[in-house]
């Protein structure tokens, strides 16, 4: 039985991500969506992947070690098992969760660092090893932005991580606009634009489902 059978049902836009590559201003982007459902006396929850526990902080630490691509999968994906019961607790007490990246990074991501590993169906294999602990979000934020002005945006990084890379972002961008195409709670978002602009085009989207 899934760990995320038999919850409560879901009220409308109980959960929201925000995703895109790196330099696409999706954290700054997650703290302002927060605060503008607060701004409407809604009760909100902001978190992120990989989260702050002891299995986040196990991902970090595979990343930045540089493990094989199908071990970091698996980290993710372990860390997102435990992260969904509590984003469900969350829902249950009547929160709106925020998510700074959610399945998708992983699909994007990790998917990849797999098919560089020659595994032509990455994406689809891990939609299917982690449907059974993931809450599909009612709207995903696809903040896209050229890969190579997000490159310039954090050009000046103390550290840049692996996966801050040209070529390796414009993989990711891809398979990012991939899945936007394949399902309709995406929103996408101009990134390119100043961020005012973009914050703008957020709020139309807010209002239109709050």
Not at 101 to 116: C, E, H, P, V
Not at 153 to 180: P, Q
């Amino acid at each position: 039985m899934s760990p995320l059978e038999g919850v409560g049902e879901r009220r409308r836009c109980s959960f929201i991500t925000a995703e895109g590559i790196d330099g696409c201003g999706k954290t700054t982007i997650s703290k302002f969506i927060s605060e503008w459902l607060r701004s409407k006396g809604l009760d909100v929850v902001r978190t992120v992947e990989p989260t702050t526990t002891w299995i986040g902080d196990s991902v970090k630490r595979g990343f930045s070690e540089g493990v094989h691509a199908f071990t970091e999968a698996l980290l993710f994906m372990a860390d997102r098992a435990q992260h969904t019961l509590q984003i469900e607790e969350w829902i249950s007490e009547g929160k709106i969760v925020v998510s700074d990246r959610y399945i998708d990074s992983t699909l994007a991501y990790q998917g990849a660092s797999l098919q560089a590993e020659g595994m032509e169906d990455a994406v689809e294999w891990l939609k299917n090893a982690s449907a059974p602990y993931v809450l599909v979000p009612d709207i995903t934020f696809l903040l896209q932005v050229n890969p190579e002005i997000a490159m310039q945006r954090i050009s000046n990084r103390s550290k840049m991580t692996k996966f801050e890379k040209l070529d390796f972002l414009v993989e990711v961008d891809r398979v990012y606009r991939s899945l936007s195409e394949s399902e309709e709670r995406f929103r996408v978002v101009n990134a390119s634009q100043t961020l005012d602009d973009v914050k703008e085009d957020v709020v139309k989207i807010l209002e239109s489902e709050f």
